[in-house]
C-alpha cells in the first residue's frame, strides 16, 4: 500500500544552478508514502523501524525520503518488524495487525470483508487467490456424524460443546483426514467449516443448505427470519474474524499442526482454547452488560456496577490497537444502517463514552459482536459461536503453514522449581495405608 513518489510531495527542490536540495518530510507526507495513518508513522518510530528529526521550530517531526521509501518497500513484502526479547515469534504470511488496521495477505481486511463474503475471504486466506462465488458444502457422512453426535448432547450444552463433538465425530467419518498435503488441508477445509454450521441444531426454519455459509448459520442462531442487511453484518463478522495473528487458540492450533495433528484436531484444539473466558467467550459478557444498558436507560450505572466490583468493563480496550478496533469500526457502521438496532447501538457508545471518563479506552470487536446479537435478538453465546465457526478458517491456514516448518519445533524447556533431588522415597499418608490393608486390616497380597 505505498504510494508512487511522483503522486506525492517532492523529496527534491530544483535551485537556482538546477542543483538537487534535500527536502525532509512531515508526518503525513511520510504516512501518505506508507500509506498509513499518522499514528503508525509514531509506532515505526517507537519500532526504531524509522528515525525522526525535529524540525527547527521544535514543532513536529520530519523523516528521510529514502528512508520512507526502503520502509515502504519492506512493508510491500511484509517484512516483519524486529521480535522483542523473549518472545516468541512465527514468521506467517496471513495477517499483519499494525496499530489502526489489520491486513489479510497484504489486503486491507476490513476492505475485503466489505466486498466479498465469508468462504471467498476464508479462500483468500487459505490460498492467495480470490474466487467469487465460492460456496463450501460438507460431507454427506461425516455431516451425518456431527449431527448425530452434536443432537445426542444435553439440552442445555452450549454451541460450543457442540462444535466441538461435530469436529471429533466429522475427522472419525473421514478415512482422508490424514493427507497433509496443501491440496488434502484445503479438501478437508472446505468441508470442515460447513460441517460445523450445518451440525447446529436449528433455532427456526432452515434454509437450503447450498446457500452462503453465513444464510446457514442466521437460522441456527435466532428464530427471527434474517433481513438483507442483518445477514450483511453476520456475513461480514464471520469475513472479519476469520483470522487475528497469533491469538491463543491459533497458537493452540499452531502446536497441535507442528505434531502433525490433521486439520480436525487442529481445529478442535483451537476450539478447546476459544472457550475460555478471556478469548472467545469475552463477547458473551458484553450482551449481557448491553441488555442491561438498555433496560436501566443508561451505561452509568451499569459501568459503575462493574468498577466498583473490580471488573473490566467487557467489550473495551485491545492490546494490539491503540484506538478502536478495526473489525468494531466495521461492525458498527453496519448495525447503524439497521433500524432495529438504533438501541443497542446508543448503548453500546453510551458505554464506551462513559467509560472514556475513568480510562481511554475504545470498543473492540466483542461489544460489536454483542451489539449485533442483542439488536437480532440471539442468545448471548452467539457472538462466542461466530467467532468459533470463523477463525477455523484462520486455524487451517496457520495449519498449512506449520505443515510446511520442521516438526515438533514448539518444544520449551520447563525451569524446574521443585525439590532438589535426589529425595526419599515417599511414605504413603495414613489414608493411603488404610486403603492399601483393606477392610480386614490386613496387608492386601500383590497379585504380582
Same mark, same amino acid.
Given at each position: 500500500?505505498?504510494?508512487?513518489?511522483?503522486?506525492?510531495?517532492?523529496?527534491?527542490?530544483?535551485?537556482?544552478?538546477?542543483?538537487?536540495?534535500?527536502?525532509?518530510?512531515?508526518?503525513?507526507?511520510?504516512?501518505?508514502?506508507?500509506?498509513?495513518?499518522?499514528?503508525?508513522?509514531?509506532?515505526?518510530?517507537?519500532?526504531?523501524?524509522?528515525?525522526?528529526?525535529?524540525?527547527?521550530?521544535?514543532?513536529?517531526?520530519?523523516?528521510?525520503?529514502?528512508?520512507?521509501?526502503?520502509?515502504?518497500?519492506?512493508?510491500?513484502?511484509?517484512?516483519?518488524?524486529?521480535?522483542?526479547?523473549?518472545?516468541?515469534?512465527?514468521?506467517?504470511?496471513?495477517?499483519?495487525?499494525?496499530?489502526?488496521?489489520?491486513?489479510?495477505?497484504?489486503?486491507?481486511?476490513?476492505?475485503?470483508?466489505?466486498?466479498?463474503?465469508?468462504?471467498?475471504?476464508?479462500?483468500?486466506?487459505?490460498?492467495?487467490?480470490?474466487?467469487?462465488?465460492?460456496?463450501?458444502?460438507?460431507?454427506?457422512?461425516?455431516?451425518?456424524?456431527?449431527?448425530?453426535?452434536?443432537?445426542?448432547?444435553?439440552?442445555?450444552?452450549?454451541?460450543?460443546?457442540?462444535?466441538?463433538?461435530?469436529?471429533?465425530?466429522?475427522?472419525?467419518?473421514?478415512?482422508?483426514?490424514?493427507?497433509?498435503?496443501?491440496?488434502?488441508?484445503?479438501?478437508?477445509?472446505?468441508?470442515?467449516?460447513?460441517?460445523?454450521?450445518?451440525?447446529?441444531?436449528?433455532?427456526?426454519? @432452515?434454509?437450503?443448505?447450498? =446457500?452462503? !455459509?453465513? /444464510?446457514? #448459520?442466521?437460522?441456527?442462531?435466532? +428464530?427471527? %427470519?434474517?433481513? *438483507? &442487511?442483518?445477514?450483511?453484518?453476520?456475513?461480514?463478522?464471520?469475513?472479519?474474524?476469520?483470522?487475528?495473528?497469533?491469538?491463543?487458540?491459533?497458537?493452540?492450533?499452531?502446536?497441535?499442526?507442528?505434531?502433525?495433528?490433521?486439520?480436525?484436531?487442529?481445529?478442535?484444539?483451537?476450539?478447546?482454547?476459544?472457550?475460555?473466558?478471556?478469548?472467545?467467550?469475552?463477547?458473551?459478557?458484553?450482551?449481557?452488560?448491553?441488555?442491561?444498558?438498555?433496560?436501566?436507560?443508561?451505561?452509568?450505572?451499569?459501568?459503575?456496577?462493574?468498577?466498583?466490583?473490580?471488573?473490566?468493563?467487557?467489550?473495551?480496550?485491545?492490546?494490539?490497537?491503540?484506538? @478502536?478496533?478495526?473489525?468494531? =469500526?466495521? !461492525?458498527? /457502521?453496519? #448495525?447503524?444502517?439497521?433500524?432495529? +438496532?438504533? %438501541?443497542?447501538? *446508543? &448503548?453500546?457508545?453510551?458505554?464506551?463514552?462513559?467509560?472514556?471518563?475513568?480510562?481511554?479506552?475504545?470498543?473492540?470487536?466483542?461489544?460489536?459482536?454483542?451489539?449485533?446479537?442483542?439488536?437480532?435478538?440471539?442468545?448471548?453465546?452467539?457472538?462466542?459461536?461466530?467467532?468459533?465457526?470463523?477463525?477455523?478458517?484462520?486455524?487451517?491456514?496457520?495449519?498449512?503453514?506449520?505443515?510446511?516448518?520442521?516438526?515438533?519445533?514448539?518444544?520449551?524447556?520447563?525451569?524446574?522449581?521443585?525439590?532438589?533431588?535426589?529425595?526419599?522415597?515417599?511414605?504413603?499418608?495414613?489414608?493411603?495405608?488404610?486403603?492399601?490393608?483393606?477392610?480386614?486390616?490386613?496387608?492386601?497380597?500383590?497379585?504380582?
Amino acid at each position: 500500500m505505498t504510494h508512487d513518489s511522483a503522486h506525492g510531495t517532492g523529496t527534491q527542490d530544483a535551485g537556482a544552478e538546477g542543483a538537487a536540495v534535500e527536502r525532509r518530510l512531515t508526518t503525513r507526507e511520510a504516512a501518505e508514502r506508507l500509506g498509513v495513518k499518522p499514528e503508525t508513522v509514531y509506532a515505526y518510530v517507537s519500532r526504531g523501524q524509522l528515525a525522526s528529526r525535529r524540525t527547527a521550530g521544535g514543532r513536529g517531526s520530519t523523516f528521510d525520503a529514502s528512508e520512507v521509501d526502503a520502509l515502504a518497500r519492506r512493508a510491500g513484502r511484509r517484512e516483519p518488524s524486529p521480535p522483542v526479547a523473549g518472545d516468541l515469534v512465527f514468521r506467517t504470511g496471513i495477517t499483519l495487525i499494525e496499530p489502526d488496521r489489520y491486513y489479510f495477505r497484504g489486503v486491507d481486511a476490513t476492505e475485503l470483508a466489505r466486498h466479498y463474503g465469508y468462504e471467498e475471504v476464508a479462500e483468500w486466506i487459505w490460498t492467495g487467490e480470490l474466487r467469487p462465488g465460492t460456496r463450501f458444502t460438507a460431507a454427506p457422512e461425516s455431516l451425518a456424524a456431527a449431527r448425530r453426535t452434536a443432537a445426542s448432547l444435553p439440552r442445555h450444552s452450549s454451541s460450543t460443546d457442540r462444535l466441538r463433538a461435530a469436529v471429533a465425530a466429522a475427522a472419525s467419518a473421514d478415512p482422508l483426514r490424514f493427507d497433509l498435503s496443501p491440496q488434502g488441508v484445503l479438501n478437508s477445509a472446505r468441508t470442515l467449516v460447513p460441517t460445523l454450521v450445518d451440525a447446529l441444531p436449528p433455532a427456526g426454519e @432452515e434454509g437450503g443448505e447450498g =446457500g452462503s !455459509l453465513a /444464510a446457514r #448459520l442466521w437460522p441456527k442462531l435466532t +428464530a427471527r %427470519p434474517a433481513d *438483507a &442487511a442483518s445477514l450483511a453484518v453476520l456475513d461480514t463478522a464471520l469475513s472479519l474474524l476469520a483470522d487475528h495473528d497469533l491469538a491463543a487458540s491459533t497458537l493452540a492450533a499452531r502446536v497441535a499442526a507442528s505434531a502433525h495433528a490433521h486439520p480436525y484436531a487442529v481445529v478442535s484444539a483451537g476450539l478447546g482454547v476459544l472457550e475460555g473466558p478471556l478469548h472467545g467467550a469475552a463477547s458473551g459478557l458484553a450482551h449481557r452488560m448491553l441488555l442491561e444498558v438498555v433496560d436501566r436507560g443508561g451505561a452509568a450505572p451499569v459501568v459503575a456496577d462493574h468498577l466498583r466490583a473490580g471488573r473490566r468493563v467487557p467489550g473495551l480496550g485491545h492490546r494490539l490497537y491503540t484506538a @478502536e478496533d478495526p473489525r468494531a =469500526g466495521a !461492525l458498527f /457502521a453496519l #448495525l447503524d444502517e439497521l433500524p432495529h +438496532a438504533v %438501541p443497542v447501538m *446508543a &448503548a453500546a457508545r453510551d458505554v464506551v463514552a462513559t467509560t472514556a471518563r475513568h480510562t481511554p479506552l475504545h470498543a473492540n470487536v466483542d461489544l460489536a459482536l454483542a451489539a449485533f446479537s442483542v439488536a437480532c435478538g440471539m442468545p448471548a453465546e452467539t457472538g462466542e459461536t461466530v467467532f468459533a465457526v470463523s477463525r477455523a478458517a484462520g486455524w487451517i491456514a496457520h495449519a498449512m503453514e506449520e505443515y510446511a516448518e520442521r516438526p515438533l519445533r514448539m518444544r520449551p524447556s520447563g525451569q524446574y522449581g521443585g525439590p532438589r533431588p535426589p529425595q526419599p522415597l515417599p511414605l504413603p499418608t495414613a489414608e493411603a495405608a488404610a486403603s492399601e490393608s483393606g477392610a480386614t486390616g490386613a496387608p492386601r497380597q500383590s497379585a504380582n
